[in-house]
């Protein structure tokens, strides 16, 4: 199984700062037809996860544009450019290589 | 608008079985896939496996192979995911969640609220 290992677990954050997460897989995600198979989603408090990047650095639609995705391969950020109280809730980071797709552990934003 | 309804909690006792649904609407049900996603507790998300709702194909993760059956029924877009043999460690949250193809690349852009299954004695 691909591997994806998220740091920090834990970000405290001052709205209005940058913030950003850290996912590396354990196998290039790099797929044939140039396109890096990492999502990022995110689950607010008490509710499903919605997706947030695609396909490495894709917004999903409706995200707002202070999220950006980067990295290739096996490493990949998440950046939030200036985080807003909405914001809180637990990333993860998903493979989409090859099955069993698999998450990061998962990290838990919170507002300072 | 795209929409995944699922079916409420459930608390069953170590050994049964659950059924879990999720409704679509918005969409052509049969152009689509739907895959489980689970959550225990305070834990992370784990992917339980896929169903092409066209033709009823499925991909199941290794973990739950011999206990997960996923299913639909066009007529009514609906599909649906039966656990067997429950034990305590599969008390979560299962979620469904939508996706077109299956391959690499795939994106869940769309997610049922969540059912909770609560496997106790």
């Known amino acids: 199984d691909v591997v994806m290992t998220q740091s920090p677990l834990s970000l405290p954050v001052t709205p209005g700062e940058p913030a950003s997460i850290s996912c590396r897989s354990s196998?290039?995600?790099?797929?044939?037809?140039?396109?890096?198979?990492l999502d990022w989603y995110l689950q607010k408090p008490g509710q499903s996860p919605q997706l947030l990047i695609y396909?490495?650095?894709n917004r999903a639609s409706g995200v707002p544009d202070r999220f950006s995705g980067s990295g290739s391969g096996t490493d990949f950020t998440l950046t939030i450019s200036r985080v807003e109280a909405e914001d809180v809730g637990v990333y993860y980071c998903?493979?989409?290589?090859?099955?069993?797709?698999?998450f990061g552990q998962g990290t838990k934003l919170e507002i300072k | 608008q795209v929409q995944l309804v699922q079916s409420g909690a459930e608390v069953k006792k170590p050994g049964a079985s659950v059924r879990v649904s999720c409704k679509a609407s918005?969409?052509?049900?049969?152009?689509?896939?739907i895959h489980w996603v689970r959550q225990a507790p305070g834990q992370g998300l784990e992917w339980v496996g896929w169903?092409?709702?066209?033709?009823?194909?499925?991909k199941y993760a290794q973990n739950f192979q011999g206990r997960v059956t996923m299913t639909r029924d066009t007529s009514i877009t609906t599909a649906y995911m039966e656990l067997t043999r429950l034990i305590s460690d599969d008390t979560a949250v299962y979620y469904c969640?939508?996706?077109?193809?299956?391959?690499?690349?795939?994106?869940?852009?769309?997610w049922g609220q969540g059912t909770l299954v609560t496997v106790s004695s």
């Open positions: 918005g969409f052509t049900f049969t152009a689509y896939y």
């Open positions: 196998r290039s995600l790099l797929y044939s037809n140039g396109n890096n198979l």
């Open positions: 396909l490495g650095s």
């Open positions: 998903m493979q989409g290589l090859q099955t069993p797709y698999t």
């Open positions: 969640a939508r996706d077109e193809t299956a391959a690499p690349g795939l994106s869940f852009e769309y």
């Open positions: 169903i092409n709702l066209s033709s009823g194909g499925t």
